[in-house]
């Protein structure tokens, strides 16, 4: 399967059920002109696996997006420490959603998949000497949201309602069951 995606953190989850992954991407404008939250994030995720998959039709393509949403609001990744400080300050003492979408291509066999998946994290009140360390562990920098839940980022969250992989960055549970739906077993995927 071709991951249309840099992110370490997809390659690890789906490697980790047994896929054979290869990583190849494509730079887009990852802007959408859909309306509302959830159909621009599924958007921008078939954007990124249909670039790659146009170049690979006989290939299975999996693109992915992860936004968080805090009050009608996305936050993605910051663009500096001083937007992720920001970032940390709004997300302190909240909850927040998580919000993954993913595409699955695959253009001989003509299949498409797009679909979404929504976590609900519970932040603690951060006080701004645990934001500082955080934020010099450089670890926010490459995260929507400015965290990560499987680093220390982990310190940070109470609780969460829903899938600890869609916080991550792949709804990994909800993706084996559209595959399965697609006539795809377990026993198949090292193949796909």
Do not use: C
Not at 135 to 152: F, R, T, W
């Amino acid at each position: 399967m071709i991951l249309a995606s840099k992110s370490p953190r997809r390659k690890e989850i789906l490697e980790n059920i047994g896929f054979n992954i290869i990583v190849k991407s494509e730079d887009i404008e990852e802007i959408s002109e859909k309306i509302g939250i959830l159909e621009n994030i599924k958007d921008i995720a078939w954007k990124k696996a249909d670039a790659v998959a146009k170049s690979y039709p006989t290939e299975f393509v999996v693109g992915a997006d992860t936004v968080v949403e805090v009050d009608g609001e996305v936050i993605g990744k910051p663009e500096d420490e001083e937007e992720a400080k920001e970032i940390l300050k709004k997300l302190s003492g909240r909850v927040h959603n998580v919000i993954t979408a993913y595409s699955l291509i695959n253009k001989e066999k003509n299949i498409v998949v797009n679909d979404i998946a929504i976590t609900k994290v519970y932040f603690k009140k951060l006080s701004a000497a645990m934001i500082d360390w955080y934020i010099a562990s450089k670890e926010p920098m490459d995260k929507a949201g400015a965290y990560g839940i499987q680093g220390k980022g982990a310190i940070f969250v109470e609780k969460i309602e829903g899938d600890f992989f869609t916080v991550m960055g792949f709804p990994i549970e909800k993706f084996i069951e559209r595959l399965d739906k697609l006539g795809i077993k377990l026993n198949d995927i090292e193949r796909i």
